[in-house]
């Protein structure tokens, strides 16, 4: 697939294409009317551009430019920055999820200890002293 931009930035797309191990197939792309600003030029043409990731369920929509050839390359750079904003979150949250465990596993101090018993012990006796009184 050519765009009209430079070939390095079109080996770039798919180099990143490949770094995050989408392939073309799994995207679904659809051309629709573009709206706003652009005349007669762009509610006469499908110069906007509507691609679909499958396997992610993520959906782009792109009417940056008024070339739709413009569109599907701008398109794609969205979509796979959203896959690798996707991606990098998720690897975020496994690694808190793992660094929450290993704060719970490790050993506290004896001092420490008793500071966090007394503190439970303090708020017990709280939650004694709230209940109605016995007569």
């Known amino acids: 697939m050519s765009f009209p931009v430079s070939i390095q930035k079109q080996e770039e797309l ?3 294409m490949l770094s995050l191990g989408v392939r073309e197939e799994e995207i679904e792309e659809t051309f629709v009317r573009s709206g706003g600003a ?3 030029k762009v509610n006469k043409s499908s110069s906007c551009v509507m691609l679909l990731h499958c396997p992610t369920g993520l959906r782009v929509k792109c009417q940056i430019s008024r070339s739709q050839a413009m569109n599907r390359f701008l398109a794609r750079r969205i979509l796979f920055d959203k896959i690798e904003e996707r991606q990098r979150g998720f690897v975020a949250s496994e690694r808190a999820k ?6 719970q596993k490790k050993r506290r101090t004896r001092r420490g200890k ?15 002293n709230r209940s109605s009184p016995d007569f």
């Open 38 to 40: 652009g005349g007669q």
């Open 114 to 128: 008793e500071r966090m018993l007394e503190s439970k012990r303090r708020q017990s006796d709280k939650k004694q």
């Open 14 to 16: 798919t180099r990143r």
């Open 98 to 103: 793992i660094e929450k465990i290993r704060r």
